[in-house]
């Protein structure tokens, strides 16, 4: 077999094979011999065909059976002779394949870059390092008692609403439309919070100050927020009736609190303990989350890929499917708009580009997911459920999911190898304001 490699670019390549036709034509021969054997045709017994006849018979079909096996074979050998390591599917095209001639055809394909990863103890990374403090404690605390809070009807006539209060409503609208007259709707034993964001702001803020019995007239253009699309944008007239007014009742911090929380030892300082617990155990989390993200862009910022087309089309295929999903699940959605390829393009190259780049972390310091490690893992994950060994043996009999599991075990040894080796500046954060960075990025 003779093979010649072609660079058509940076990662393209073009292999031009030519099989001898002694292979061909004794692979041919064998096949129809193996055919022989078992073919029926009218007027011979199984077997007793004469091989003039199974050649005049069957030798197209066998001929095309054996260029495909061939073929296959071929590239095979000659990928492994080439030491290429392909991307994707390759394309074919046969130049020859004429009986008593050597079989002759190029297959084209991309290879996985080889990648340079730069000396990355030369590196800084920025590491924010936060602690839980005792105000973010109460105020933690103070959420759970909003959470618990109950409502006192306002009874004095003279106190107007405020910020916090509940409101018990009724109201008309009437939208204004140029096609047709405005047709009032109404809308009955409507509760919200104000300043909860319940109902958009300008419809709160004439209710600032009203009191119980009052009727509030004003006009309003809906917002781009309304839920109604139909009438984003329009103008309406509305009437609200405030039939009743309630002011928050927090639960007052103590022992018989703590206990309805479930905290039945050492009362508030026990409560205070346990949630302190959870807040640390929440900016861990979040702390490794933003170290991940800060090694893996610097990664990616400083190491230059040349990524292979057909993995950024899959990528691309991939979040395609995604955005499509995303806009099937809203029941608002009357015609699902075209995919914006070029808004992706950079996130998919780079998300292709991270992936090689850890491969190749991973292969250059053969970093390997154990056995054993496989193992606790899986038990680690499957010991929240309530039948823990019937959730693993679900794990260990489903091969996408093993394999989801070992990738992420993968990703996290290799986060920590980052983690030895970039040099690590330690930036300060409030536990707040990591929280609302957090929060931004959802």
Request: charged share 30%; hydrophobic share 40%; net charge neutral.
């Amino acid at each position: 077999m003779q093979v010649t490699v072609e660079n058509i670019s940076n990662l393209e390549r073009k292999l031009n094979i030519v099989v001898p036709v002694e292979r061909v034509e004794n692979a041919v021969s064998e096949n129809l011999k193996k055919v022989a054997l078992k073919a029926k045709l009218p007027g011979f017994r199984p077997g007793k065909v004469p091989f003039a006849v199974i050649q005049k018979r069957f030798s197209e079909s066998v001929r095309g059976e054996v260029i495909d096996d061939l073929i296959r074979e071929c590239y095979v050998e000659a990928i492994k002779e080439q030491k290429l390591t392909p991307v994707g599917t390759p394309r074919i095209d046969i130049i020859s394949a004429k009986p008593n001639e050597p079989l002759n055809f190029t297959v084209t394909f991309e290879i996985y870059p080889e990648l340079k990863i730069p000396t990355l103890s030369n590196l800084e990374v920025e590491k924010y390092v936060s602690e839980v403090t005792d105000k973010d404690v109460d105020e933690a605390i103070e959420k759970i008692q909003k959470q618990h809070t109950t409502w006192k009807e306002i009874t004095d006539p003279n106190q107007v609403a405020k910020l916090g209060d509940q409101m018990h409503i009724d109201f008309t609208v009437k939208v204004w439309s140029e096609s047709s007259p405005p047709i009032p709707k109404q809308e009955k034993d409507v509760k919200f919070v104000l300043g909860s964001g319940t109902m958009w702001s300008e419809f709160e803020t004439p209710l600032l100050k009203a009191k119980a019995g009052d009727e509030v007239k004003f006009t309003l253009k809906f917002p781009l927020t309304h839920f109604d699309k139909e009438l984003v944008g329009k103008h309406g007239d509305f009437v609200v009736k405030v039939k009743k007014i309630c002011e928050p009742i927090l639960p007052e911090l103590n022992d018989a609190f703590a206990a309805k929380l479930g905290i039945k030892a050492e009362g508030v300082a026990g409560l205070k303990a346990e949630v302190k617990k959870n807040l640390e155990h929440e900016l861990a989390q979040v702390l490794k989350m933003f170290l991940r993200n800060s090694l893996l862009e610097k990664l990616v910022d400083t190491t230059v890929v040349d990524v292979p087309k057909v993995l950024l089309e899959n990528e691309l295929h991939s979040m395609e499917q995604n955005w499509k999903h995303g806009f099937a699940r809203q029941p608002a959605a009357k015609k699902q708009p075209v995919f914006p390829r070029k808004d992706f393009e950079k996130m998919a190259n780079r998300q292709v580009s991270l992936g090689l780049i850890l491969a190749t972390i991973l292969k250059n310091q053969d970093i390997k997911v154990a056995e054993n490690e496989l193992r606790a893992k899986i038990a680690e994950e499957t010991a929240i459920y309530e039948d823990a060994e019937k959730a693993a043996k679900w794990v260990y009999s489903n091969k996408e999911k093993m394999r989801e599991i070992e990738a992420s075990l993968l990703e996290e040894k290799a986060i920590d190898y980052l983690q030895s080796q970039f040099k690590l500046v330690e930036k300060p954060i409030s536990y707040k304001e990591i929280m609302k960075k957090r929060d931004m990025m959802r």
